[in-house]
């Protein structure tokens, strides 16, 4: 969820639930396929700020990753 606070600068909140997916394995245990094809839970937010026309900054913080990136508004 998007709170922009201008057009320069906006907060985010996220949350939801990953699964990942083993599609094949090479030389692994059918514990470790299953170990891999986990579901977690995924919650946090970030920071968006404008470096240009149509690009914005994005700083995530969540207990699923932490990032630092560029987006293109639309």
Same mark, same amino acid.
């Given at each position: ?15 939801? =639930?990953?699964? #990942? &997916? ?13 170990? $891999?094809?986990?579901? *977690? ?9 404008? =470096?240009?026309? #149509? &690009? ?13 990136? $560029?987006?293109?508004? *639309?």
């Amino acid at each position: 969820y998007n709170i922009m606070f201008g057009e320069n600068f906006g907060v985010f909140l996220y949350g939801g =639930v990953l699964k #990942n &997916w083993v599609m094949s394995s090479s030389a692994s245990t059918e514990e470790n396929v299953d170990m $891999l094809s986990s579901s *977690f839970s995924a919650a946090g937010g970030g920071i968006l700020f404008r =470096v240009g026309p #149509n &690009w914005d900054a994005r700083v995530d913080l969540g207990i699923d990753t932490v990032a630092l990136g $560029l987006v293109l508004r *639309f």
